[in-house]
């Protein structure tokens, strides 16, 4: 019998969690059973533009620095954790490919974002999020 990993997407803004209250997002994964988390270019892409960004706060930069390095760190053959960065259709916003590649692949979805969290329950797309600013939590 073939045993399927359970897969979440992360989006950009989960990815500054680490940064901003010193969770390890990667660990909290694991913890919930996700052993496939998978990050699209376009979300390493905007982590990219924040890391450049001088208007945003410093701490915020440094958060998107942090993220954009761990997701390089897991990445690699080397890392802990099962990441993969995967390409996607660069022409849709970011959100949209989220929630396509969500339901192609059965996978749940980690943001902060309540727009893109509402559209994924509505399709029946599980979501991931921060709770009490110290873990993580699964809404199906």
């Known amino acids: 019998m073939k045993v399927l990993k ?4 992360v989006d950009t803004n989960a990815l500054l ?3 901003q209250f ?5 660990q909290e994964l694991e913890r919930l059973g996700y052993s496939h988390i998978i990050v699209l270019k376009s979300v390493l892409s905007e982590l ?3 890391m450049r960004r001088h208007d945003l ?6 958060a998107a620095k942090v993220g954009h390095s761990l997701v390089l760190k897991y990445a690699s053959r080397t ?3 099962n990441v993969t960065i995967e390409d996607a259709d660069e022409d849709q916003e970011t959100d949209e490919l989220i929630a396509m590649q969500a ?3 059965d996978a749940a979805v980690f943001t902060m974002d309540e727009d ?4 994924l329950m509505r399709a029946g797309i599980p979501t991931v999020h921060l709770r009490g600013g110290s873990r993580l939590e699964v809404r199906e």
């Open 6 to 9: 359970k897969s979440v997407i």
């Open 103 to 105: 339901a192609k692949r």
């Open 22 to 26: 010193g969770v390890d997002i990667f």
């Open 57 to 62: 706060k410093g701490k915020d930069r440094i």
């Open 48 to 50: 990219q533009v924040l």
């Open 79 to 81: 890392g802990r954790y």
């Open 17 to 19: 969690i680490p940064g």
């Open 116 to 119: 893109l969290k509402r559209e």
